[in-house]
């Protein structure tokens, strides 16, 4: 029976056709214009609140956008209120998306910096000024890095380190589980060429990644770094403290202007809701051992009379509780000017 070569000519032109538009909704409607696609992507390597940066890997993008003399592409500056003058504390925080977001639940709200910078500037007439380094998905190894590149230009009088989230229930949670790596390395730079551009481009293909896909490349990365095993647990807490000693060491190597000596380093447990048990075991595990170090304050309890009301998640509290923070921490700070 021969085949009629008008129809097989028209199956294949309207096959050809089908296939256009399927590709082209998939990629330019529905990826690029819509935004749908691969959570796993979306989290792990362009987020809108991520911009690449060397060494440390991503930063906030207030932080990358910031020029020579710390002002930023619309004319504002990086430092809150404003720029320091002679006379003005300067403080650097490095943290998460605890310390770099504001509660986006209530509008006018400030970030947790920012409250701490207004109540310590009405203790010190005005002179405090925070420059906010804080970053989704960022943690205290990453901002060893930052330190280096940020401190010869910024010249704080006292680094604040807040977090503890990120440096331990972050790996949990599907992310790059190998203590101390940044949670996008591994889709950064061991994920495959090909695999990586389907993935950023392709809303079905994408969509279909998550469901069966990424589950199965975590596991074979949680299996090679021995995740949750007693060993992992205890390298997880080792990480934690020698990314501080270190960053200490770094910090108070540079000179302060306003205490006419070295940089003042101090680092804050954050409260948060463990994930799991090994989660839990880490925990505990650090607090117990934070009375060995002056410069670091446990105030993982600090929202305990608040409710649960406050938490979005295991971390990410409300306006409320942002406040509160603020406060305790320039308590603490305030323990530190002469």
């Known amino acids: 029976m021969s085949i009629d070569g008008k ?43 991520k911009v690449a940066q060397p060494y440390a890997y991503f930063v906030h993008p207030d932080v990358a956008r910031a020029t020579k003399g710390n ?21 650097a925080l490095f943290g998460g998306s605890t310390a770099g977001y504001p509660d986006f639940g209530t509008p006018g709200s400030k970030t947790m910096p920012q409250y701490l910078a207004d109540r310590l500037n009405e203790k010190f007439n005005g002179n405090v000024a925070i420059a906010n380094f804080g970053s989704s998905g960022g943690h205290h190894r990453q901002h060893l890095h930052m330190l280096f590149e940020f401190l010869p230009e910024y010249k704080p009088d006292i680094v604040l380190y807040y977090g503890g989230n990120n440096e331990t229930a972050l790996y949990i949670d599907g992310y790059d589980p190998r ?12 994920f495959s060429t090909w695999k990586k551009f389907l993935l950023e481009n392709s809303a079905i293909i994408g969509a279909w990644y998550d469901r069966f896909g990424s589950s199965s490349d975590i596991a ?6 021995g995740f949750e095993s007693p060993e992992w647990n205890q390298e997880m807490v080792d990480k934690y403290f020698e990314s501080l000693e270190f960053s200490q060491f770094v910090s108070t190597s540079f000179k ?23 989660n839990e075991w880490q925990i505990k595990e650090i607090r117990k051992q934070i009375p060995s170090y002056k410069y670091l304050h446990d105030i993982h309890d600090a929202y305990d009379g608040l409710g649960e009301s406050i938490y979005y998640d295991n971390c990410h509290v409300n306006d409320e509780a942002n406040r509160h923070m603020a406060e305790l921490l320039a308590e603490k700070i305030m323990g530190l000017i002469p």
């Not at 002002?71 to 403080?91: C, H, N, Q, R």
């Open 179 to 190: 203590p101390g790596y940044p949670i996008n390395f591994f889709y950064k730079e061991e």
């Open 256 to 278: 302060s202007e306003y205490f006419k000596g070295n940089t003042r380093f101090v680092a804050f447990f954050q409260p948060f809701k463990p994930l799991d048990e090994a």
């Open 220 to 225: 074979k990365l949680r299996e090679k770094a």
């Open 7 to 49: 129809k097989l000519e028209s199956v294949l032109f309207h096959t050809v056709c089908i296939f256009i538009l399927v590709v082209f909704f998939d990629i330019f409607i529905f990826r690029h214009l819509l935004g749908f696609g691969s959570v796993y992507t979306k989290m792990n390597y362009n987020e809108f609140d």
């Open 71 to 91: 002002i930023l592409y619309d004319g504002s500056s990086l430092w809150y209120p404003e720029p320091p003058g002679e006379k003005t504390l300067k403080i």
